[in-house]
Every structure is written in structure tokens, then in C-alpha cells.
């Protein structure tokens, strides 16, 4: 320190706790220079003020401003560039923390899933099939329909361009994924097949032309684990049209596929538990 007034880099730094690295980056951007210079050892010292606006930029970095928006409020001095540069990170912290919130909510939403595949699995340990009457409710899904190959990859591909949409949108999904067969299960051909893919939404919004509501209603419900394929799906498909028979139903829609797991476990085929839902109806007895 030359004298009371003006201060070295290395003072500065402890004086207001940053590192000389900080400083000298600082000095680089423009933002806070040394102001005087010793004409015979060319040693560049900041003065009071210097000290001063190195304290305001800290303050500013902690409202979370970034180094460029602070350069621009201490250009523009006065009271109005920065109360407008504070509403404005204002607002764009309002927008920041709901999506938190909906982040925050979708994580909680991700672990009762988790939570409820462990007690489902423990139940499908037990059995290999759990067949199940649900009452479900009505379900926001985008949709892609189309005739096309039934099989996992192409499968993938449609889910991931579905996927790239709702991104596009600003749309988040909640829930697990579907296929919807508008075929016989029976009898359809696998090489050009009538299926919807679906992923559910965590809001409604029905005024994008590819989300619809899947109806409310009574389904019957089969669970069990293992990757769908033709045999295995036909399998289950039988054994719930004899319950339906045998329970005085009779089916009223397409049928379901979803996708029990969560998206991460998509890459383990052997960790797959799939729900096939029927939607029906009570057939009246004379």
C-alpha cells in the first residue's frame, strides 16, 4: 500500500474477501481497474471508490446477475438502469423457481412411481400374471397414430419423436407410456399395424391437435413382466377375454398397452413389467 487512500491488488483481495485471480479477471472485463499507476515502479493500485465498486459488483453477483449485466449497470450509473435491471432479473427469477416447482413436483411424482414398481413387483413375485378390475380416470395424452411395423425399436423411434415434440411445446410428461392397439390382437399384422403411441401429460392441453383424453371407465387389467412380444401379449390378451367372459363383461374400446416402468429402465428389456388394459362394460343378463 503506497498510503491510506490506495490499496494493492493483494490487499484488495483480502480486504474484501476475493481472489486475486477474480480481481484481475474483473480488470480484464472492464469491470474494476486499478486507477492509479506509480510513474517509477508502473504498480497499479485501486483506490477507496475502487474498493467501493468491487463491493457492488459482489452485491449484484449475489441477486444472481450475471458479470455482463453488471458491466451494463455500472456503464449506465443512476438510479433508473438499475431498478430496470432488477425487474428484469426479478421476473426472469419468478419464471426460474416455477419451474423448480414443477420440476420438484415431477420428481415427487417420479418416486411414488419408483415406489409403487417396488410393491409390484414384490406382488408379481408372487404370481406371474395379476389380473385386476380398475376403475380409471380420465388420462391427457399426446398421441401419435399411424399405420406402421409393431416392434420395439420402431417403437422407440415414434416415443422419441413424441418426445421431441412436447419439448417443442414446452409440454412435460407424467406417466407411463403407452401403445394403443385399434387392431385384433388376435389376428393383426405386425408389418402394418394400426397403433397409437401415447405419453401421458402433467396438464391439460387439449388444444394441441395431437394430445386427446383417454375416457374415464371400468378396465380390466392384466400385469405381468418381461418384454411384450407377439406370444406374450396374446397370452394375456386370452386370458382376459376368458375373465370377461366368465364375469359377464364384455370389451367396449381398444386395447391398452402401458409401459409399468420408469423411462430409465427402458434399456433393460428384463426389467420391463407391462399392464394390458381392456376397457368394458356389464353385459345385462335377461
Not at 438510479?79 to 414443477?102: P, V
Not at 420428481?107 to 412411481?113: D, K, L, M, S, V
Not at 413375485?125 to 388420462?139: F, N, P
Request: hydrophobic residues 40%; aromatic residues 8%; charged residues 25%.
Amino acid at each position: 500500500m503506497v498510503n491510506d487512500q490506495f490499496y494493492t491488488i493483494g490487499h484488495v483481495s483480502r480486504i474484501c474477501g476475493i481472489s486475486i485471480q477474480t480481481l484481475r479477471y474483473y480488470d480484464k472485463l472492464g469491470l474494476v481497474s486499478p486507477s492509479r499507476t506509480d510513474p517509477f515502479t508502473h504498480y497499479r493500485y485501486y483506490s477507496n471508490m475502487d474498493i467501493l465498486v468491487v463491493k457492488i459488483v459482489q452485491d449484484l453477483k449475489m441477486l444472481r446477475l450475471s458479470l455482463e449485466e453488471i458491466g451494463s449497470i455500472l456503464k449506465q450509473r443512476g438510479l433508473e438502469g438499475l431498478s430496470s435491471a432488477l425487474k428484469e432479473k426479478r421476473n426472469e427469477t419468478l419464471m426460474e423457481i416455477s419451474y423448480l416447482q414443477l420440476a420438484a413436483a415431477s420428481i415427487e411424482h417420479r418416486i411414488g412411481q419408483l415406489d409403487s414398481l417396488k410393491i409390484l413387483n414384490e406382488k408379481l413375485a408372487e404370481k406371474h400374471i395379476l389380473i385386476e378390475l380398475k376403475v380409471l380416470s380420465e388420462r391427457i395424452v399426446a398421441f401419435e397414430r399411424k399405420r406402421a411395423v409393431c416392434g420395439m425399436e420402431a417403437s422407440i423411434l415414434r416415443v422419441t419423436q413424441l418426445f421431441d415434440k412436447l419439448e417443442t411445446h414446452g409440454l412435460t410428461s407424467q406417466g407411463p407410456i403407452m401403445s394403443i392397439y385399434h387392431e385384433n390382437l388376435l389376428t393383426f399384422d405386425r408389418s402394418d399395424s394400426d397403433i397409437e403411441i401415447c405419453i401421458p401429460l402433467s396438464v391439460n392441453a387439449l388444444q394441441y391437435p395431437f394430445v386427446r383424453a383417454l375416457p374415464s371407465g371400468v378396465y380390466i387389467t392384466a400385469t405381468y413382466s418381461g418384454l411384450p412380444n407377439e406370444e406374450s401379449c396374446k397370452n394375456v390378451y386370452l386370458q382376459l377375454m376368458d375373465w370377461i367372459s366368465q364375469h359377464g363383461y364384455a370389451e367396449c374400446g381398444p386395447v391398452i398397452e402401458q409401459y409399468v416402468v420408469d423411462l430409465s429402465q427402458m434399456r433393460d428389456p428384463s426389467e420391463f413389467i407391462v399392464e394390458l388394459q381392456i376397457p368394458v362394460k356389464e353385459v345385462l343378463t335377461l
